[in-house]
């Protein structure tokens, strides 16, 4: 049996999770998640934990069973605590700042870059080279911060762009000065 997939998930105070069917409603204090899982996939509320079972141990309900799991442990973990993805702009003249509902960046073109606040999202610019995404739903969090940094991801030469706080950017060496003797 799937060892991600026999896992209960522990509801934790303040969390209401539904369950109708193969729809999975979370409520919490960040917010509120609907989710539509496999219809094969068995999901129960037994007390203050929710249990994922699987019918047989066909490959495809062995997939689904650690998915479905893993899904709705991360709603219960988005209601509570929620998620974050932090950015940041290297480049010189680089630079990013909040307007409004809006994040109004400089990234080196002749126009300013401007993406809006998406609903379930909360965007943050605590500094000028630093934007955080927040928001409930971790794939949500996750394709808004991408879309940020798809504006300009960052460059292997100097390392100009906008990338993420954990990611390591493999440098390249410039050409070599012409005419250099070996």
């Known amino acids: 049996m799937s060892r ?5 998930i522990t509801i934790p105070a303040g969390v209401e999770v ?4 193969s729809e999975v409603s979370v409520k919490g204090p960040k ?14 509320v037994e007390g203050s934990e929710v249990i994922v079972t699987r019918p047989s141990d066909d490959k495809t309900h062995r997939s689904l069973h650690g998915l479905t799991r893993t899904l709705i ?5 988005g ?7 932090e950015l940041e702009v290297n480049g010189v003249g680089y630079r990013a700042q909040k307007q409004g509902k809006n994040l109004v960046m400089n990234l080196g073109f002749s126009h300013q870059v401007i993406v809006e606040e998406i609903p379930g999202i909360t965007i943050e610019v605590p500094s ?3 934007v955080i995404v927040s928001g409930a739903d971790k794939q949500m969090v996750g394709q808004f911060a991408a879309e940020i940094r798809e504006k300009r991801p960052p460059e292997p030469y100097k390392g100009k762009g906008i990338k993420y706080a954990d990611e ?3 440098r390249k060496e410039g050409k070599a ?6």
């Open 4 to 8: 991600i997939g026999r896992k209960p």
């Open 18 to 21: 539904k369950v109708n069917g």
């Open 168 to 170: 390591h950017i493999r």
């Open 128 to 130: 000028p080279n630093k």
């Open 79 to 85: 209601v509570t605590n929620g998620f974050t993805k």
């Open 177 to 182: 000065a012409k005419g250099a003797k070996k």
């Open 73 to 77: 442990a991360n709603m219960v973990e």
């Open 31 to 44: 917010g509120e998640l609907k989710n539509t899982f496999n219809p094969e996939i068995a999901i129960a």
